[in-house]
């Protein structure tokens, strides 16, 4: 484990708790608020960017404001652990709008017909439903990727840091150690936080007063020979001034962000260079066409490399389920059992509503929501070692799955995005607040419980704010202003595999073939600690392939920094080096979120 991850894991200190006992009437009554606004002031900023950071340091500010007035004596950490995981839960579902755009895309479309448009009760009961699932679905996974395996989640450890900072430790004076190391972090997270937040506020995607363009354009760079050539700028090649991918970079280490930035080299300059060149793609290639080539082999690969783990540790898999199915009240985890009655109901009930609302046989749906769980563990590894989860390109994935089942079944298409996008992000969000309660020494079932009441809270927020904001903004037509690039990429894939999957291109079969074969490669040769230094991580080269190149470049530039401070003054980065990159992750988060509020008031420029 890298030593910046190291240095994260004395956040939870010596300060105990009585389990189950954050889980309060002034908790909840925050957590319920907390919801309300996360789930309210998301959907905007995923239109606008196509993406949303994990808000569980927003959550906490806002959850520390509140708490603070209604049970100032009593607030602590772990209460406002209950409050950030309930917004995140929210925020979780309400990401989900990128579903409800691809109908209005597809329904817009000229190429299929395409009839589904719920209505906001609808929209509500299903994505409640699908989160619900998503929340039992990954309780399980918590002791495994969190305890077992005890991966990175940087939004986790950064949560748990601001956490800490606003409850300070107890029972000690201005001059303890304690004290002295506590007011030191809280100062170095704040001055990352405000460089962070200042930074991003100016920023272009931030669009309130923009002077600082988001990422380099090389303009004229053009690389290619005679009649085969693409500007590179297209692709997105460049670096972006963002100080979360700083802070990203520095907690997750070298080696990952080191071959995610190989990654994303071999994706978007030399890959389209080669499709080019030999007449695969058309000359200066669109980046949404080049990424529906790289998508396969970057898939074959993170599947590949983790089923690969899965299989190798199946023992700490299997102790994760054991350990549930014997919790006890002392453990703080929910019974197996419970988990298991909630699973199987929740699955029923959307099977149902699928085919009530959006005429999915329920064959279909089943093989969606059993589909999801692997594709979720795979999400939450990637997730856990890069801070970036694949959500949305194994939901396209699964969308080449029912073009295969399914040929020119559009509904059933789309429905397999659907079903597995929620789950999976439902599951990669919260895996971070379990991260973050596990450092402090939160109660797993509390948090289970909190995220079971913030996803109806985003659901209905959801389902009330998408048309208001359809409406004033608009996402279909030639004065559209929201993007929604993630929706706007699935309504093409349908489009695309709308005659099945011989649409897909047969070189990027026989690359994800190739692909498959090396993530398998690469996984069991890190299974060997003296070779895992040196050898490919298969989740780095995947995500490299289909992360923004700006975003990629930006999160190596923070695994340097922190490589260095680690190895020139070690004692100086175990002290400050996580409060820093928690700063510059949480400055960042929080801007993104108030952003659109103060769009919303009239203040900037949409």
């Not at 990629?552 to 990159?581: C, D, E, Q, R």
Request: net charge neutral.
């Amino acid at each position: 484990m890298d030593d910046a991850v190291q240095a994260g894991e004395a956040i939870s200190g010596s300060e105990t708790h009585v389990r189950g006992s954050e889980l309060t009437v002034q908790s909840i009554f925050a957590a319920i608020i907390v919801a309300a606004f996360m789930g309210v002031s998301y959907p905007y900023m995923v239109l606008k960017i196509g993406f949303g950071p994990n808000v569980s340091i927003v959550a906490a500010f806002f959850g520390f404001v509140i708490l603070s007035v209604i049970s100032r004596k009593s607030y602590d950490r772990w209460q406002n652990n209950i409050v950030q995981t309930a917004g995140t839960s929210a925020a979780q579902t309400a990401f989900m709008c990128i579903v409800l755009a691809s109908f209005d895309m597809l329904r817009d479309s000229k190429i299929v017909s395409f009839h589904l448009n719920p209505t906001p009760l609808q929209t509500f009961i299903w994505l409640t439903s699908l989160s619900g699932l998503g929340i039992l679905l990954s309780v399980p996974m918590r002791k495994h990727f969190v305890v077992d395996e005890n991966l990175a989640f940087p939004d986790g450890i950064a949560a748990a840091e601001t956490l800490k900072v606003l409850d300070p430790p107890r029972g000690t004076a201005k001059g303890d150690l304690a004290w002295d190391q506590a007011r030191r972090a809280a100062i170095v997270l704040g001055i990352g936080m405000a460089l962070s937040a200042l930074l991003m506020f100016f920023r272009e995607d931030a669009k309130m007063f923009a002077f600082i363009p988001e990422g380099w354009n090389p303009g004229a760079l053009t690389l290619g020979v005679v009649g085969a050539s693409f500007v590179v700028a297209k692709m997105g090649v460049g670096v972006s001034y963002s100080l979360l991918n700083i802070g990203s970079g520095m907690i997750i280490g070298l080696r990952i962000t080191l071959w995610l930035l190989v990654g994303g080299t071999i994706g978007w300059i030399l890959a389209p260079y080669e499709l080019v060149t030999n007449g695969v793609l058309p000359d200066h290639p669109t980046r949404t066409a080049v990424l529906f080539w790289i998508m396969w082999p970057a898939i074959g690969m993170i599947v590949a490399a983790g089923m690969t783990i899965l299989v190798v540790r199946w023992r700490l898999l299997v102790e994760a389920f054991r350990g549930l199915a014997s919790a006890s009240a002392s453990s703080g985890d929910l019974p197996l059992s419970v988990i298991v009655i909630g699973i199987v109901a929740l699955a029923g009930l959307v099977c149902f509503l699928q085919n009530l609302y959006f005429g999915l046989p329920v064959w279909m749906s089943l093989i969606a929501i059993v589909l999801s769980v692997p594709l979720m563990l795979v999400g939450l590894r990637a997730l856990g070692e890069t801070n970036w989860g694949p959500i949305s390109a194994l939901s396209n994935m699964m969308q080449g799955l029912f073009a295969a089942i399914a040929p020119g079944n559009i509904n059933a298409n789309i429905m397999g995005n659907a079903t597995t996008g929620t789950i999976a992000s439902t599951s990669e969000g919260l895996m971070q607040d379990y991260k973050t309660g596990h450092l402090i020494g939160s109660t797993p079932a509390a948090m289970t419980i909190a995220q079971l009441i913030g996803a109806p809270v985003g659901a209905a927020a959801l389902a009330w704010t998408y048309p208001i904001l359809v409406s004033t903004y608009g996402i279909v037509g030639e004065h559209a202003q929201l993007a929604a690039p993630t929706a706007r990429r699935a309504a093409g894939f349908a489009e695309a595999l709308v005659g099945g999957v011989g649409n897909i291109p047969h070189t990027a079969l026989i690359a994800a073939a190739i692909a498959i074969v090396l993530g398998i490669v690469f996984a069991l040769i890190e299974q060997s600690p003296k070779l895992r230094p040196v050898v490919p991580s298969s989740t780095g080269l995947s995500l490299g392939l289909l992360l923004p190149f700006v975003a990629v470049s930006t999160i190596f530039v923070g695994g340097i920094i922190g490589t260095v401070w680690m190895a020139t003054a070690p004692n100086s980065a175990k002290t400050y080096l996580v409060p820093l990159a928690s700063g510059f992750i949480a400055g960042e988060a929080l801007i993104a979120v108030l952003v659109p509020v103060l769009l919303t008031l009239g203040l900037g420029t949409p």
